[in-house]
């Protein structure tokens, strides 16, 4: 009599192997499918986790190179060593999926190498990495297959000189001219890699404006940021075509409302122009399960549930394709699983982009608000006005908070500054609990910090903002 299990999850990336753990803590029998051969999906093994590794090692390099001497630091001369940037971040990388792996074994969590496809009602097949197939039975099949790069139609991705995400993480030396097609997170964090370590990067976005979901007063301060730190714009801008000469690219574009071609060289091209839900080849069909247009995995309980017996969380599924949420949607649907509460708000999910000056927002914008008729109070704060920030020589940014006017809710929150990207958690709790932004006015910060310019905009709601 084949072996059944209680939960059988296709896809071991941060969806999937969060259900798992959790799963394992509830005393459930587990088993965890993932094709590529290393847990972590792509948020640890081609996206969140490499890309800060480059993130934080390019900046030490920028900074070596760049603000060193004005604090009274002599350095000599400072020289990349690429092939050992790329080492420290695969490091990084092993490191943490192994941790995983570790993870499961406590939990007794079954990983199974391979790939999987739902052949009906409690039934996975898994075409296994080492030859062969193996069919799972269980009572709770979870989708976390996780989304790949979206691509432009006529343009090839061949991860060597017109790359995605992947192909960026990974280039065997630093390309004098780069062309990133995308103005959105991945982009802006990649062009800010390569152009810190010498690249000459030109960034080209289709609307008129760099990062579309962000706070447009946030965005305007970034690419004015970004614009100081060498990038150049080219917004409200379409690509048509990317020409492979010889020893360069040349990359043809023209305005997005229609005008006149212009080229560009480039040695790398990156296309970050967002992502697409992994659902094809998955069998949905054989439980009555369907995808929209895009792919993405439709639910019928308004969240997670694809079909008796069947769900999906993460990047498949609607909702911030962010890896944080993948997690609490894992986590969410192992305890519906096991017969507990579960559920993730997703307007309480934040979103970060790791530049620097990092960028963090939560819940509603500005320009949200207005289109949705809600009325709202303002408080804002500079860092320049910050002790902390002048003091460490890094002050350019804001934090402002939003205040449904009347009772005072926090609605959302915007920042754009050094470090923002660890005090936006400080917000999202407070509005997980329905916290007014007096609550956090009142609430003491340790002086000095950097964190004490979100007490300020908050305070700033009600006009007592007193800091400098």
Not at 343 to 358: A, F, I
Request: contains cysteine; aromatic residues 4%; neutral net charge.
């Amino acid at each position: 009599m084949a072996e059944t299990y209680d939960v059988v999850i296709i896809g071991g990336g941060p969806g999937g192997y969060n259900c798992a753990i959790r799963a394992g803590q509830l005393g459930l029998k587990v088993a965890c499918i993932e094709t590529r051969g290393k847990l972590g999906g792509t948020c640890l093994n081609v996206g969140c986790i490499p890309s800060k590794a480059l993130l934080h090692a390019s900046h030490l390099f920028h900074s070596a190179q760049n603000e060193f001497a004005a604090l009274g630091i002599k350095t000599g001369k400072v020289e990349l060593d690429l092939p050992q940037m790329m080492a420290q971040k695969e490091e990084a990388v092993e490191g943490l999926t192994k941790g995983i792996e570790f993870l499961f074994k406590k939990n007794k969590v079954e990983y199974v190498k391979g790939r999987g496809k739902i052949l009906g009602k409690g039934k996975v097949e898994v075409a296994l990495a080492d030859g062969g197939t193996r069919v799972l039975e269980t009572k709770n099949i979870v989708i976390a297959t996780g989304s790949e790069p979206a691509s432009l139609p006529g343009i090839e991705i061949d991860e060597e000189r017109i790359v995605s995400n992947v192909g960026a993480l990974s280039l065997k030396s630093v390309p004098k001219k780069l062309v990133l097609i995308g103005a959105g997170v991945i982009g802006l964090e990649m062009g800010s890699v390569w152009a810190r370590l010498g690249s000459e990067v030109t960034v080209v976005e289709y609307l008129d404006r760099i990062l579309p979901p962000a706070d447009a007063e946030v965005a305007k301060e970034a690419e004015k940021t970004f614009k100081k730190q060498g990038l150049t714009f080219k917004l409200g801008t379409k690509v048509t075509g990317i020409e492979k000469q010889k020893t360069k690219l040349k990359v043809s574009m023209e305005p997005a409302k229609g005008g006149v071609v212009e080229t560009l060289d480039a040695d790398i091209v990156i296309v970050a122009i967002g992502r697409k839900p992994y659902t094809e080849g998955l069998g949905l069909e054989s439980v009555g399960g369907r995808t929209d247009k895009r792919g993405v995995v439709e639910v019928v309980d308004g969240h997670f549930k694809v079909a008796d017996g069947v769900w999906a969380v993460g990047d498949c599924i609607h909702g911030p394709m962010l890896a944080h949420k993948a997690e609490d949607d894992g986590t969410a649907v192992a305890e519906l699983i096991a017969g507990k509460a579960g559920h993730v708000d997703y307007n309480l999910v934040p979103s970060v982009v790791y530049t620097n000056p990092e960028i963090a927002w939560v819940g509603k914008n500005e320009e949200e608000l207005k289109a949705a008729g809600v009325e709202y109070v303002k408080g804002k704060f500079p860092f320049m006005a910050n002790s902390r920030a002048r003091t460490n020589h890094e002050t350019v940014g804001f934090v402002k908070i939003l205040a449904e006017k009347g009772t005072d809710k926090i609605l959302g929150a915007h920042m754009i500054g050094v470090g923002v990207g660890e005090m936006i958690a400080e917000v999202v709790l407070a509005m997980e609990f329905g916290a007014a932004s007096e609550d956090i006015a009142r609430t003491s910060h340790a002086h000095p910090t950097l964190s004490e310019a979100v007490r300020q905009a908050a305070m700033g709601v009600e006009g007592w903002t007193m800091q400098m």
